[in-house]
């Protein structure tokens, strides 16, 4: 016999079925209403970037991208699944972005939202731009290297892969962050113990394996041994922080170092900051969680920044008048004694041209460039008039807001002045800001965007004083598959003329 509580739900389902547009009326492509493979497809061929921006422009706000994968690009809608007190948690997809055990998990996979915000808890305060600032000579010391670089280039007048050595840059970086030490990359540009390209591994493979997430733990286990492949690279980083961690605790021990003694003065790296809180607090901080924190550090935090490098560069590179007024506000700086050799991060600060032309270069060329996946809760959703059950995929993509025009006119145009307050009103400058979203969205925003902050403004004003570059193509080819990374961004390097 039925229960009065089965019938009510089977009447709630009919009347949602009944009211509701079905969803095989959801818009989009063809054959995305039968098979995944189709939105597979359109990520391996790594544009999909403009081609989500293409697919809202021809079907509207919501597009069926496959029959669990829904993209969204209203305000309303995003608000409904990213704000506050959601209930929609990481999309399976981001399983793939991890070792396929229940006992494995990371800060930026995690689905479990009361472990994910204790953790954020826990570890927030060592991301904070006023725990950040002590890295500051961290930054400088690989910044000066890098300069170095750029001066011999420069000599020789020579023409270079800009990104790679942008990558180089943020490798190092993150690299004396977390674990005291420079990777080295920037001694020569080599891609040391091949960790570039096996962060590409990891995200190739995890990108298209969390499509068809299922049947990722055997892809997983049949691939692990293949040199090049994701989960082999995914392994690799995960033994090199474990080995860290390892090598980290080996010092403390022969240090004699008394955990409560340990001052942050003294430690000041990533990994020796978590571990005196681990061992003041052992119930709560394990090495999982040192592991977990760095293998995060590494793969989330070097390409992205390198990325971001790049397309500020790439777009002042195309935009001469944007170059020269940047420059003529670093130059004013300087002459009013405003700006050091190494500039500190509080004279960038203070510099209103520069801070608007990198809040342009990220809306122009977020790193991110696929929906950022939430799982449609329990009892499902309505989305811009549409049912969409339980368990479903749903997401925006920040280019698909950032290159829309009702929020940003002209969008396709680099202009860092709409950012500038008196040239853009104080209500278009609210309008745009509820639809910028270069660092994600709600309670999973970026844990790492001061680290990124902190190495682009020093560096960007010190490549602008110091250096001409010349592009040898006016436009890039990008890849996207997750971080939209550029693939042939060359530049002659010159010493600055004097004007
Ligand atoms: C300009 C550079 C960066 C950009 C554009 C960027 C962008 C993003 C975006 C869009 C998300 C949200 C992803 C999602 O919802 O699926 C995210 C999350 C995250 N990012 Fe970044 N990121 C940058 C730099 C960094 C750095 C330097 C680190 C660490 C050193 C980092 C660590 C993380 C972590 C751990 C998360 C997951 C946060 C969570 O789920 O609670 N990112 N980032």
Known sequence: MRSPESDHHILRLAKEVITAPSLISIPGPFLARFTRLWYFNRVLSGNFDKE?????????????????????SKKADVKTVYGAGSRFTKAAWYDAFKEPSPHNWSVFTDRDNKRHSETRRKFSSLYSMSSLLHYEGFVDASASIFMERLNEFAQKEETIDFHHWLQCYAFDVIGQITFGQRFGFLNKGEDIMGAISTVRQILVFSCLAGIYVEWYPLLYKLMNSLPGSGPRGLLFIINFVVDKVRQLNEKRIQGGENPSETTIPKTQDFMERMAVARDENPAKITDYHLQMMGNSNVIAGSDTTAITLSAIMYYLLRTPHVHCRLRREIDEFTSQNRCSERITFKESQEMPYLQAVIREALRMHTATGLPLWREVPSGGAEINGYFIPQGSAIGINTWVAHYDEEFFPDAKSFIPERWIEGITDAEQLRKMNEMYMPFGLGG???????????????????????????????????ENLWFVKPMDFRVKVLLRKQE
Do not use: A, M
């Open 52 to 72: 989500n921006l293409d697919l809202h422009k021809k079907y509207g706000p919501i597009v069926r991208l496959s029959p669990g994968h829904y993209s969204i």
């Open 444 to 478: 999973r925003t970026c844990l790492g965007k001061h680290i990124s902050t902190l190495e682009i403004y020093k560096l960007i004003p010190q490549l602008i004083r110091d250096f001409d570059f010349e592009l040898e193509n006016q436009t890039w080819t990008t």
